[in-house]
């Protein structure tokens, strides 16, 4: 059996600005963010997700739904991932099934880029646009994941 494992980091697609009185968890993708977001979907579609941890925000659940993902990739939508930091990030990847091969992650600044900082154990140089994803191989595993066991392989801006 492959025991490689890849995480896909990505940063969610570019939102409308918030309204006087609106949650920032409840703003929506901008029209050039859904197009983003769809853009993505044959990369993320090739790179073969089995699972995806998805923040709760509505744009982060947008982002996901414009991927339009087949059906049996398991996903978590959980509010614990909105203003998660990148050490709760690592601890939740710590508990994703061991069969995941491929986990996608689609979350917020500054969370998602310190969360390849942490892995990398180096200074994570790319920006993170909206839409934008890391691809890092894995080389422990889900619950042994710890910083420096994953190496950068692409970053899609």
């Given amino acids: 059996m492959d025991d490689r494992r890849r995480l896909l980091v990505m940063r969610h697609a570019h939102a409308e600005p918030g309204h006087p009185g609106q949650a920032d968890r409840d ?3 901008s029209p050039f ?8 979907a044959g990369l993320v579609a090739e790179l073969s997700p089995t699972d995806v941890l998805c923040s709760s925000a509505l744009r982060t659940v947008q982002t996901l ?3 339009r993902l087949p059906d049996g990739v398991r996903v978590a939508v959980e509010d614990g991932i909105y203003e998660a930091s990148a050490q709760t990030l690592v ?12 986990v996608l ?3 917020h600044l500054p969370t998602v880029g310190h969360l390849v900082e942490g892995l990398l154990g180096d200074p994570f140089v790319h920006a993170f646009q909206p ?3 890391a691809v890092l191989d894995v080389d422990c595993a889900w619950a042994e994941i ?5 190496d950068l392989t692409a970053f899609h801006d």
């Fill in 146 to 150: 710890t910083a420096a066991c994953a």
């Fill in 105 to 107: 992650v689609v979350g």
């Fill in 91 to 102: 601890s939740r990847l710590a508990t994703v099934p061991r069969d995941a091969r491929t």
């Fill in 131 to 133: 839409g934008a994803i």
């Fill in 65 to 67: 739904e414009a991927l």
């Fill in 27 to 29: 703003r929506a993708l």
């Fill in 33 to 40: 963010g859904t197009s983003t977001a769809e853009a993505r």
